[in-house]
């Protein structure tokens, strides 16, 4: 309702970008989310729901470029650079995407989620020791984890 009376209101774009996700019509969500980018570029939760459908629709390209402006304003979060990695590996890109992987665990090491990305990638390109010394990096945190989880009781 509020669009129809006051199509450029940000606040009703966003809000109707969300309700198109929850009801997973992914198209349509990237069509509102884009018209609020548009209207204040660079936020970082529209930018966010906008990868989110984005991934669900396949569109790696686009996706890479939106990956690429959440990294620019949020330079510290190495799940971007993750994310941009695997893109950039599986694009035919290994020597950038393994580069990429490499960075974000260097700001993180502690990233189950690298460690995790960085066996697989390695494995594919066939450095299978180097492979084998990730995943158990891989597996160490994850142990750690569930002792923390038992510490904690969740």
């Given amino acids: 309702m509020s669009l129809s009376v006051k199509p450029d209101y940000y606040d009703a774009q966003v809000a109707m970008g969300m309700t198109y996700q929850r009801f997973e019509k992914w198209e349509e969500a990237v069509n509102v989310l884009r018209k609020a980018d548009e209207m204040k570029p660079d936020n970082y939760e529209v930018l966010s729901a906008l990868a989110k459908s984005l991934m669900k629709l396949k569109r790696t390209g686009e996706l890479e470029q939106v990956y690429l402006r959440m990294l620019e304003l949020n330079p510290e979060e190495h799940s971007l650079l993750l994310y941009l990695g695997q893109i950039a590996f599986y ?7 393994l580069k990429k992987i490499e960075k974000a665990l260097q ?3 502690e990233s189950v989620m ?7 990638v390695l494995e594919s390109l ?4 180097d492979a084998h010394l990730a995943r158990e990096n891989y597996k160490l945190l994850m142990d750690g984890q569930k002792k923390l989880h038992r510490f904690w009781g969740y």
Avoid: F, I, V
């Fill in 91 to 97: 694009d035919g890109r290994q020597e950038e995407g």
């Fill in 126 to 129: 066939g450095r299978k020791e």
């Fill in 114 to 120: 690298g460690w995790n990305l960085y066996s697989s």
């Fill in 107 to 109: 700001m993180n090491e």
